[in-house]
Every structure is written in structure tokens, then in C-alpha cells.
């Protein structure tokens, strides 16, 4: 299958800092890359669709100027969860989708633990 | 109503037991199915594709879909602990669009 990475897989900061995630597809080019957060024992909640070169798409009830997403390139995508706070903190994971044919697979990052302090 | 339906689960199944993990959704339009499992802590790990009714093997896995009952179901044979975790099923009928069940937790006891 296809390999998706994340860069850090485990950060801690300040309430009030800013902290950058970095999803990459590895051996792929990604037209759409999708962000997710998790609590513990909770299911995937989408936060945001991010298409390459056009403003993501987020969902209802999140903040894109706290989530502040960049897709610049059809390998690249981050997240930037602006002024965190403790209740910031979270599983954040990201996929991207390849597309072949009619086939169109979704494939995650392995995920990026957020402390906030 | 909901677009996909997944029991939550905790399943808890000996080892060597035949797991039967299910969804129902409810957009006929869907055309895609996936079954993802998810370890503490992990990304989500692609388990099986497939767009069509019937049944699909790979290894222990075998995932079956009823388009006409609206049904998706993953089976494991001869579960081991190693399968332990959380399986998620997955929908799309838009190629860019994803719906997710709420993930089933199983534990598979030596």
C-alpha cells in the first residue's frame, strides 16, 4: 500500500504557542488530503478537506482561523493549530486519497500526539 | 439517520474464534467499501477494498458486501491477539468523500 507520514508523531507546547504538523505522502501524488482529530476511545472526526492549491473545506463547528491548513503541494500538507490551548490537545491524523481508475483509496498518517500544557 | 452504522462494540472472542464484525449504511449510491483496523495510538491501516456485492478473501480476511440489504461485513478466522484493536467501515459513492462507522474494539484473549 501506499505510505503517508507525519512529522512530529508526538509534540508538547505552551498553552498559547503555535504547532505545525506535516503530512506527506511518500510514494504518491495526493490531490486531497484529509485532517482528523481523536480523543481517546473515540471515533475519527473529520476536521477539514484540503484539495491541492484551493482553501480546505472544514466542517461544521471548526475553526479554520485556529486550524489553519496549507496544501501547497499534491505531496504536502500541514496543520497549524494556531494560539493552543489545553483542550487542543489530541490524536490529530491525517490521510490522503490516491486515485486509480475507479478505485480511490484512502490512506492515514500514522498520527500526531498534541500536549498542550 | 446516520450514513454508516457500526456496532461499537467491546467484542471480546477467544483466540482461534471466527470474528464477525458489521455495518449498515444508508446511501444506495455507495460504491465504495473499506475496512480499516486501528491500534491504540495509530493511524488507521487499510484492510480490505472492495466495490462490489459478494465476497472478497485476503488471508484470514474476508469482507462481503449486500448492496441489496444495504450490509457490510469483515470476518476474521482464526483470530489471534495480534488482532486486537479497533475496525473501522468506510464508505464513498464521490471518490472524495469518506464516511466512517464509529469503529467496533475487539479483543482477541490467548
Known amino acids: 500500500g501506499a505510505v503517508v507520514s507525519q512529522h512530529p508523531s508526538w509534540v508538547i507546547c505552551k498553552s498559547g504557542t503555535s504547532v505545525k504538523i506535516e503530512c506527506r505522502s511518500l510514494d504518491f501524488q495526493a490531490t486531497t488530503m484529509f485532517w482528523y482529530r481523536q480523543f481517546p476511545k473515540q471515533s475519527l472526526m473529520l476536521m477539514a478537506t484540503?484539495?491541492?492549491?484551493?482553501?480546505?473545506?472544514?466542517e461544521q463547528g471548526v475553526e479554520k482561523d485556529k486550524f489553519l491548513i496549507n496544501h501547497a503541494s499534491l505531496t504536502l500538507s500541514t496543520l497549524t493549530v494556531t494560539s493552543a490551548h489545553p483542550e487542543d490537545s489530541s490524536f490529530y491524523i491525517c490521510?490522503?486519497?490516491?486515485?486509480?481508475?475507479?478505485?480511490?483509496?484512502?490512506?492515514f498518517g500514522p498520527g500526531t500526539r498534541l500536549t498542550v500544557l | 439517520q446516520k450514513e454508516v452504522e457500526q456496532d461499537p462494540g467491546p467484542l471480546s472472542v477467544p483466540e482461534g474464534a471466527i470474528v464477525s464484525l458489521n455495518c449498515t449504511y444508508s446511501n444506495s449510491a455507495f460504491q465504495y467499501f473499506m475496512w480499516y483496523r486501528q491500534y491504540s495510538r495509530k493511524g488507521p491501516e487499510l484492510l480490505m477494498y472492495t466495490y462490489s456485492s459478494g465476497n472478497k478473501e485476503d488471508g484470514r480476511f474476508t469482507a462481503q458486501v449486500d448492496k441489496s440489504s444495504k450490509y457490510i461485513s469483515l470476518f476474521i478466522r482464526d483470530s489471534q491477539p495480534s488482532d486486537s484493536a479497533t475496525y473501522l467501515c468506510v464508505y464513498s459513492y464521490t471518490g472524495n468523500q469518506f464516511y466512517f462507522g464509529t469503529g467496533t474494539s475487539l479483543t482477541v484473549i490467548p
Open positions: 490521510s490522503a486519497s490516491r486515485r486509480e481508475g475507479l478505485k480511490n483509496e484512502q490512506f
Open positions: 484540503s484539495n491541492e492549491g484551493s482553501k480546505a473545506t472544514y
